[in-house]
């Protein structure tokens, strides 16, 4: 549950809040994990989450997130939920619930939440992914009752790897604002951009850098802000990286936002922008698309076809000339800008909004359990 965490984090309780609005009565069982540290929550008592309840658990260890507690306390408890759905894989938690789940018995799903997309698999430890998914994980997801994914994506990636006999694909849901958001006016030419996201090699940040250094070098005025956390070491190469691109002075490195924060720095940009190198959805994509931005994203992002179909925005493949291509059509096309901005908040309220994926959620599980 900690929004260091990245996407899942943000998703999943905006998701339980939504169930809960539309009548389900909804418990998050999670472990202290905040990241390197722990949360100081307390453990094993129900707490409200804002229209949930939510109950933390001791974790034992960092490296695979062990919490034994936690799937004892799914074991003695389980029986008293209609659905078991789990989120994530490759942690001892979301690995084991389902066994604990399979044996009460109760109906489970599964949302692998990205941990089956390509670069992951590829890139972090796919020895032991591997061995995961033939002694372990490929048997949860034939035993599931669903398997969910957010996008066609991720359903595509994740089955190259494991064999679900009932897929579903919902989107995730964001807050989108009943009327525009004010954007913020600037007469000093400045073009703004804004990236937000969890700061990692996957999400394409040196090819952003690239290609700000090379549109400002054509005469172009702008600004980046990245707004995300990461390794120390990681931000300290990227840092680097602008200082050797000459580029430093105009990017701002504003850390972790959220709530009005994050509501502010869409407010101030004239685009979002995310060159991911594989994206299973794009939670920050969808919320800069509700607050009516329009948005520069890699082919690889989940929700890149919505995105060109709806035409509320660029959808570019991973290469340099292509994103600087991109930022200069936006500058030179304000009008553009505008139309973009308008159609992605008509996309965001169709297709991403928090009622609409809690109904289709609950009809997911209403089949379920009437299967």
């Given at each position: 549950?900690?929004?260091?965490?990245?996407?899942?984090?943000?998703?999943?309780?905006?998701?339980?809040?939504?169930?809960?609005?539309?009548?389900?009565?909804?418990?998050?069982?999670?472990?202290?994990?905040?990241?390197?540290?722990?949360?100081?929550?307390?453990?094993?008592?129900?707490?409200?989450?804002?229209?949930?309840?939510?109950?933390?658990?001791?974790?034992?260890?960092?490296?695979?997130?062990?919490?034994?507690?936690?799937?004892?306390?799914?074991?003695?408890?389980?029986?008293?939920?209609?659905?078991?759905?789990?989120?994530?894989?490759?942690?001892?938690?979301?690995?084991?619930?389902?066994?604990?789940?399979?044996?009460?018995?109760?109906?489970y799903g599964i949302s692998p939440r990205g941990s089956l997309a390509a670069w992951g698999m590829g890139m972090r430890r796919p020895l032991a992914k591997r061995v995961l998914l033939r002694m372990l994980i490929g048997q949860n997801f034939k035993r599931a009752a669903f398997a969910h994914f957010t996008s066609d994506q991720?359903?595509?990636?994740?089955?190259?790897?494991?064999?679900?006999?009932?897929?579903?694909?919902?989107?995730?849901?964001?807050?989108?604002?009943?009327?525009?958001?004010?954007?913020?006016?600037?007469?000093?030419?400045?073009?703004?951009?804004?990236?937000?996201?969890?700061?990692?090699?996957?999400?394409?940040?040196?090819?952003?850098?690239?290609?700000?250094?090379?549109?400002?070098?054509?005469?172009?005025?702008?600004?980046?802000?990245?707004?995300?956390?990461?390794?120390?070491?990681?931000?300290?190469?990227?840092?680097?990286?602008?200082?050797?691109?000459?580029?430093?002075?105009?990017?701002?490195?504003?850390?972790?936002?959220?709530?009005?924060?994050?509501?502010?720095?869409?407010?101030?940009?004239?685009?979002?922008?995310?060159?991911?190198?594989?994206?299973?959805?794009?939670?920050?994509?969808?919320?800069?698309?509700?607050?009516?931005?329009?948005?520069?994203?890699?082919?690889?992002?989940?929700?890149?076809?919505?995105?060109?179909?709806?035409?509320?925005?660029?959808?570019?493949?991973?290469?340099?000339?292509?994103?600087?291509?991109?930022?200069?059509?936006?500058?030179?096309?304000?009008?553009?800008?505008?139309?973009?901005?308008?159609?992605?908040?008509?996309?965001?309220?169709?297709?991403?909004?928090?009622?609409?994926?809690?109904?289709?959620?609950?009809?997911?599980?209403?089949?379920?359990?009437?299967?």
């Amino acid at each position: 549950m900690s929004p260091l965490r990245g996407g899942p984090s943000v998703s999943v309780p905006t998701l339980c809040r939504a169930l809960c609005e539309a009548g389900a009565h909804v418990t998050v069982v999670t472990t202290n994990d905040n990241g390197p540290d722990k949360s100081a929550a307390p453990l094993g008592v129900p707490i409200d989450a804002g229209g949930f309840e939510c109950l933390y658990f001791s974790r034992q260890s960092a490296a695979y997130t062990i919490s034994l507690p936690l799937l004892q306390w799914l074991e003695r408890n389980g029986r008293s939920y209609d659905v078991i759905h789990v989120h994530g894989a490759f942690n001892h938690v979301s690995d084991f619930a389902p066994r604990a789940a399979y044996r009460l018995p109760r109906p489970y799903g599964i949302s692998p939440r990205g941990s089956l997309a390509a670069w992951g698999m590829g890139m972090r430890r796919p020895l032991a992914k591997r061995v995961l998914l033939r002694m372990l994980i490929g048997q949860n997801f034939k035993r599931a009752a669903f398997a969910h994914f957010t996008s066609d994506q991720e359903r595509r990636e994740s089955e190259y790897h494991i064999h679900p006999s009932h897929p579903y694909v919902i989107p995730n849901g964001v807050l989108v604002p009943p009327t525009s958001q004010p954007r913020v006016e600037r007469s000093d030419g400045i073009f703004r951009l804004v990236f937000v996201s969890r700061i990692d090699p996957m999400k394409g940040l040196e090819l952003l850098l690239e290609a700000v250094a090379v549109a400002i070098r054509r005469g172009r005025a702008i600004e980046l802000t990245v707004a995300g956390v990461g390794r120390d070491a990681y931000l300290a190469s990227l840092g680097a990286l602008a200082t050797q691109l000459g580029v430093a002075a105009s990017v701002r490195w504003v850390g972790f936002v959220e709530g009005r924060a994050k509501e502010a720095a869409l407010a101030q940009a004239d685009a979002f922008i995310l060159s991911s190198w594989n994206e299973s959805f794009g939670v920050a994509v969808a919320e800069a698309l509700a607050a009516g931005v329009p948005v520069v994203v890699s082919d690889q992002v989940g929700i890149s076809p919505e995105i060109a179909q709806a035409e509320a925005g660029l959808v570019v493949t991973c290469h340099v000339d292509a994103l600087v291509d991109a930022i200069e059509n936006l500058i030179l096309h304000p009008e553009d800008r505008r139309r973009m901005g308008e159609n992605g908040r008509r996309l965001a309220r169709a297709d991403f909004s928090l009622p609409a994926t809690a109904r289709r959620m609950l009809a997911m599980y209403e089949q379920v359990l009437g299967a």
